[in-house]
Each structure stands twice: as C-alpha cells, then as structure tokens.
T-cell receptor
Framework: GENVEQHPSTLSVQEGDSAVIKCTYSDSASNYFPWYKQELGKRPQLIIDIRSNVGEKKDQRIAVTLNKTAKHFSLHITETQPEDSAVYFCAASIPSNTGKLIFGQGTTLQVKP | DAMVIQNPRYQVTQFGKPVTLSCSQTLNHNVMYWYQQKSSQAPKLLFHYYDKDFNNEADTPDNFQSRRPNTSFCFLDIRSPGLGDAAMYLC?????????????FGDGTRLSIL
C-alpha cells in the first residue's frame, strides 16, 4: 500500500526566513496531495493542495511543488512569521471511491521572533 | 460557522465503560472518516463511510465500532476503552465526486480514560 515519508521531523527558523518541508510517496498512482497545518490542541486545517496534473501551486506565502517522476512533493513557506509555528502534515491519496489519505509523520515548525 | 461538529469536545470515561463520540456535518458530503490522533503524531484512520458503505482499516481494533444513521451524522463507539485508547478523535468529511476534494476536519473530541 501507499506510504508517505516526511522530513524533517522538526524545523526551527528565524522569523522572515523560508521553511521547506519534503515528502516522498511510494504509490505512483497517487494523484492528490494536501498539506495540513495543526496548531496545538486544534484540528488539522488544509492550507494548500495539489493534484497530479500540475507541478506547482502557490497561495501568497505558501507554495507546493510536485515531482511525479521522483515521487516527492514539498511545501515552501516564505517570509515566515511566528504564527506559522505549528505541526505540518503532508498526505497523499490514490484514486478510489473514498478519498482515503495517507499522512506523513508530521513536521514541527518553530518560527523564532 | 463550524461545518463538521464533534461532541463533546472533552470526554472522560472509566476503564472498560462504553463511550460514544458523535460527529455531524452541514456540508452534505458523502464520505465521513474517523481518525485517532495521539500527541502530535499523524492522524490514524480507523474507518470511513462512503454513503452507507462501511470501510474498516485492517489494523483497527474490534473494540472500535461506527454507525452512520444518515448523511449528516456519524458515531464512534468504543465498547471497552483501555488506557491506550486515550487520544484525540477526529472526524472528517469529503465530497467524493469526479474531482478529488479535500477532507474537512472537526475540532475533535479529546478522550481521557480513568
């Protein structure tokens, strides 16, 4: 079955710097890749997603890139702010009736003021 | 406005005493999921419904059951909670159409076992 590896597990950056989180997936049939942000004690919130028919998607300070050949995708956050501090999860989904997601292990991002 | 609503937010039960967690949605999505999440680990899928079709994950303990009486509601029943079942339980929904849609999560129920 599908497996998603996420790195790094923790990431500390200075406010204003960029942060990059990388994920690799195993099933080449995967065609949907969302990223979730989860603050302490809160629900995961979708921040950006990408489908396999595009290579890059951007939304203000957040961008995601997808390399289908290498089976990896990355989250890029520019001009980081302290409120970006949270746990970030990547996920992958294969075509199916139910949209089941396979999550990466999570990255704890700390943005230091 | 909350679109995926979980009740209660916090639940305390005794070891071995059955407990039911509830989830409702106003999105009219056809898929509902239940996840277990422990201390900043990734959410772990327990089972999901596509309409009325139930899909159990292979490693979900028999202690966990689910009901979906209609499109809007889904319940998680833990028949005999053990200390290892203390966790955050997240409900999510998605609209499974021709184009993959994201999952929307509720705020979760934090379950404690005494």
């Amino acid at each position: 079955g599908e497996n998603v590896e996420q790195h790094p597990s923790t990431l500390s950056v200075q406010e204003g710097d960029s942060a990059v989180i990388k994920c690799t997936y195993s099933d080449s049939a995967s065609n949907y890749f969302p990223w979730y942000k989860q603050e302490l004690g809160k629900r995961p919130q979708l921040i950006i997603d990408i489908r396999s028919n595009v290579g890059e998607k951007k939304d203000q300070r957040i961008a995601v890139t997808l390399n289908k050949t290498a089976k990896h995708f990355s989250l890029h956050i520019t001009e980081t702010q302290p409120e970006d501090s949270a746990v970030y999860f990547c996920a992958a989904s294969i075509p199916s009736n139910t949209g089941k997601l396979i999550f990466g292990q999570g990255t704890t991002l700390q943005v230091k003021p | 406005d909350a679109m995926v609503i979980q009740n209660p937010r916090y639940q305390v039960t005794q070891f071995g005493k059955p407990v039911t967690l509830s989830c409702s949605q106003t999105l009219n999505h056809n898929v509902m999921y239940w996840y277990q999440q422990k201390s900043s680990q990734a959410p772990k899928l327990l089972f999901h419904y596509y309409d009325k079709d139930f899909n159990n994950e292979a490693d979900t303990p028999d202690n966990f059951q689910s009901r979906r009486p209609n499109t809007s509601f889904c319940f998680l029943d833990i028949r005999s909670p053990g200390l290892g079942d203390a966790a955050m339980y997240l409900c999510a929904t998605s609209d499974r159409g021709l184009v993959r849609q994201p999952q929307h999560f509720g705020d979760g129920t934090r379950l404690s076992i005494l």
